[in-house]
């Protein structure tokens, strides 16, 4: 898993992260978000959202993850 943090345009920054193994549960994304704790406070991130299928604990195998920073 890795996180990247790119400026796009006045306060607008772009953040990538790349999970390289299927996440399965909210409780599984979590676990890994709470990984990169530290890096998302550095990069000024002081609140993180969860929505769509995730959130509602109905992931498919397709589905991506939505967050809100």
């Given at each position: 898993m890795?996180?990247?943090?790119?400026?796009?345009?006045?306060?607008?920054?772009?953040?990538?992260?790349?999970?390289t193994?299927?996440?399965?549960t909210?409780?599984?994304?979590?676990?890994r978000?709470?990984?990169?704790?530290?890096?998302?406070?550095?990069?000024?991130?002081?609140?993180?959202?969860?929505?769509?299928?995730?959130q509602?604990?109905?992931?498919h195998?397709e589905?991506d993850?939505?967050?809100?920073?």
């Amino acid at each position: 898993m890795s996180l990247c943090c790119r400026a796009t345009s006045g306060f607008a920054v772009g953040f990538v992260i790349t999970i390289t193994t299927a996440v399965k549960t909210k409780q599984d994304l979590a676990e890994r978000l709470r990984r990169l704790r530290d890096d998302l406070r550095r990069l000024g991130v002081q609140r993180l959202g969860l929505f769509g299928s995730f959130q509602r604990d109905d992931p498919h195998l397709e589905s991506d993850v939505d967050l809100l920073l």
